[in-house]
């Protein structure tokens, strides 16, 4: 009896750790996203003016939110760009450019999971796990773009569809969601950020340390307990079935309104060997949705039908992307599978792709074609 209560004291005491790691896993994931809007915003603003053509528009996109660590945030700014008549008097044309921004902050959104990832790397088994869990989703988001953007560039499919819809919105006024979490993080982030003004790359320092530390002890904690009685809750009540999963994600994001976190919170259940690579691929797709509801929310303040238009179209293409590629997930997943067994044999083709598809290309591209 007394060892039986022993036992359930050290349970309790692995959960409180449990819960505390987390806190500091999520710190470090929102210190990660101020400390780089406070230095890359203005220059995701500036970048986001030059746009003078839709392909353009796409590398930008991927590039301002791999700036700013969230496509909620590209995606308003897109917003009150267009509402402002940032690309121009027209309308019409006005859309035309801003959508492929919004396609390529779907891209850009992908790189803190995957960078959440790396805290994993010197570990092969659990990297093994991790990664494909947060490349399978940046995987779908290139090949959604891949499909759609020739569609919307040359017919302006997404442009229409949400310029209809939109009418329906006309003089609807905006709402704030209620964020939980943001209570509890944002203050000590953003507390973190403000010890060292004008200098926010100690702050990236900062959640690195965090994000490594807990990453490797959440990982342990889960360890110790009983994981196949973890699993069975996740798979009791959260992913259960590809709609839930897909469900789950989508509320959970629309509450916390960020993806990142969202998805990043499944990496180190993928690393401990919780959830499965197939489980984790709805529930992203779901955080896809549920992050177009900040921009519709701006959009709906903002009361300019272009501004709602650009806001819906966010949605709309991520539905379109579902309705494509959730039928045909053994594609991404087959992806994610084969790209982390290249990536076990050397571990620097991770880190090449990350600087490669959200630094170094768009970079390249958007002087060239300015």
Same mark, same amino acid.
């Given at each position: 009896?007394?060892?039986?209560?022993?036992?359930?004291?050290?349970?309790?005491?692995?959960?409180?750790?449990?819960?505390?790691?987390?806190?500091?896993?999520?710190?470090?994931?929102?210190?990660?996203?101020?400390?780089?809007?406070?230095?890359?915003?203005?220059?995701?603003?500036?970048?986001?003016?030059?746009?003078?053509?839709?392909?353009?528009?796409?590398?930008?996109?991927?590039?301002?939110?791999?700036?700013?660590?969230?496509?909620?945030?590209?995606?308003?700014?897109?917003?009150?760009?267009?509402?402002?008549?940032?690309?121009?008097?027209?309308?019409?044309?006005?859309?035309?450019?801003?959508?492929?921004?919004?396609?390529?902050?779907?891209?850009?959104?992908?790189?803190?999971?995957?960078?959440?990832?790396?805290?994993?790397?010197?570990?092969?088994?659990?990297?093994?796990?991790?990664?494909?869990?947060?490349?399978?989703?940046?995987?779908?988001?290139?090949?959604?773009?891949?499909?759609?953007?020739?569609?919307?560039?040359?017919?302006?499919?997404?442009?229409? =569809?949400?310029?209809?819809? *939109?009418? $329906?919105?006309?003089?609807?006024? @905006?709402?704030?969601? !209620?964020? /939980? %979490?943001?209570?509890?993080?944002?203050?000590?982030?953003?507390?973190?950020?403000?010890?060292?003004?004008?200098?926010?790359?100690?702050?990236?320092?900062?959640?690195?340390?965090?994000?490594?530390?807990?990453?490797?002890?959440?990982?342990?904690?889960?360890?110790?307990?009983?994981?196949?009685?973890?699993?069975?809750?996740?798979?009791?009540?959260?992913?259960?079935?590809?709609?839930?999963?897909?469900?789950?994600?989508?509320?959970?994001?629309?509450?916390?309104?960020?993806?990142?976190?969202?998805?990043?919170?499944?990496?180190?259940?993928?690393?401990?060997?919780?959830?499965?690579?197939?489980?984790?691929?709805?529930?992203?797709?779901?955080?896809?949705?549920?992050?177009?509801?900040?921009?519709?929310?701006?959009?709906?303040?903002?009361?300019?039908?272009?501004? =709602?238009?650009?806001?819906? *179209?966010? $949605?709309?293409?991520?539905?379109? @992307?579902?309705?494509? !590629?959730? /039928? %045909?997930?053994?594609?991404?997943?087959?992806?994610?599978?084969?790209?982390?067994?290249?990536?076990?044999?050397?571990?620097?083709?991770?880190?090449?792709?990350?600087?490669?598809?959200?630094?170094?290309?768009?970079?390249?591209?958007?002087?060239?074609?300015?």
């Amino acid at each position: 009896m007394k060892e039986q209560t022993i036992g359930t004291i050290k349970n309790i005491l692995k959960v409180l750790a449990l819960l505390g790691l987390i806190y500091l896993f999520l710190i470090s994931i929102k210190l990660f996203g101020y400390a780089f809007k406070e230095m890359g915003k203005g220059t995701a603003e500036a970048v986001m003016q030059t746009v003078s053509n839709p392909f353009l528009g796409l590398f930008v996109g991927i590039f301002a939110t791999s700036l700013m660590q969230s496509s909620s945030m590209t995606t308003s700014l897109v917003v009150g760009m267009v509402a402002g008549g940032v690309f121009g008097v027209d309308p019409t044309e006005s859309i035309r450019l801003a959508i492929p921004i919004i396609m390529g902050a779907n891209i850009g959104t992908s790189v803190t999971n995957l960078l959440v990832s790396f805290g994993h790397i010197n570990n092969p088994t659990e990297f093994r796990r991790a990664f494909p869990a947060t490349i399978v989703h940046d995987f779908f988001n290139v090949l959604a773009v891949i499909v759609i953007f020739p569609f919307q560039y040359f017919f302006n499919i997404i442009g229409i =569809i949400a310029s209809t819809i *939109s009418n $329906l919105f006309i003089g609807v006024g @905006g709402a704030k969601l !209620f964020n /939980p %979490l943001g209570y509890v993080i944002n203050p000590v982030a953003k507390g973190i950020l403000h010890l060292t003004p004008d200098m926010p790359w100690i702050s990236i320092i900062i959640a690195i340390v965090f994000l490594f530390a807990a990453l490797n002890f959440i990982v342990k904690v889960m360890k110790s307990l009983v994981l196949h009685k973890i699993e069975l809750v996740l798979d009791q009540y959260v992913f259960k079935s590809t709609a839930r999963a897909l469900f789950v994600g989508m509320i959970f994001t629309a509450i916390v309104q960020s993806s990142s976190i969202t998805t990043s919170l499944v990496v180190p259940l993928a690393a401990a060997g919780v959830v499965s690579l197939k489980k984790i691929y709805p529930y992203d797709l779901g955080a896809n949705i549920g992050t177009t509801i900040t921009a519709i929310l701006a959009s709906m303040a903002i009361n300019s039908p272009e501004a =709602i238009t650009i806001a819906l *179209s966010h $949605l709309i293409f991520n539905i379109m @992307g579902i309705a494509i !590629f959730l /039928p %045909l997930k053994i594609i991404p997943i087959t992806m994610a599978e084969v790209f982390t067994e290249w990536s076990m044999k050397n571990r620097a083709i991770p880190i090449i792709y990350v600087a490669l598809v959200f630094f170094i290309i768009p970079i390249l591209l958007i002087t060239f074609m300015r």
